[in-house]
Nanobody, 121 residues
Framework: QVQLVESGGGLVQAGGSLRLSCAAS????????MGWYRQAPGKQRELVAS???????DFADSVKGRFTISRDNAKNTVYLQMNSLKPEDTAVYYC???????????????WGQGTQVTVSS
């Protein structure tokens, strides 16, 4: 089985920074991509940032220039550095990984339990 565990959420003032981390563990053969989604109250879950194993990245327009994503493939860990935070960034942030489990032939997505990020104005 595969588990993803997030950490680093919390409370921060507008303009501040937070760094989220997510570590995947279990019977992992490879991970094609890791990244972050978020869900604010009353809204749908949306992609924040992702990174493939080759280093390709994707960002939501709302966070471009403020957030960066990095990944330590050897540790199956992904990070989200969030700078210049805005109140509208307030959400539960969920880590995901597109994982090929050992002994299987297809990738599937796994999700962490989420970590709350609250940005005060």
């Amino acid at each position: 089985q595969v588990q993803l565990v997030e950490s680093g959420g919390g409370l921060v003032q507008a303009g501040g920074s937070l760094r989220l981390s997510c570590a995947a563990s279990g019977s992992i053969r490879s991970i094609a991509a890791m990244g972050w989604y978020r869900q604010a109250p009353g809204k749908q879950r949306e992609l924040v940032a992702s990174m493939s194993s080759s280093g390709s990245t994707d960002f939501a327009d709302s966070v471009k220039g403020r957030f960066t994503i990095s990944r330590d493939n050897a540790k199956n860990t992904v990070y989200l550095q969030m700078n210049s935070l805005k109140p509208e960034d307030t959400a539960v942030y969920y880590c995901y990984g597109r994982v090929l489990r050992a002994g299987t032939i297809g990738y599937r997505d796994y999700w962490g339990q989420g970590t709350q990020v609250t940005v005060s104005s």
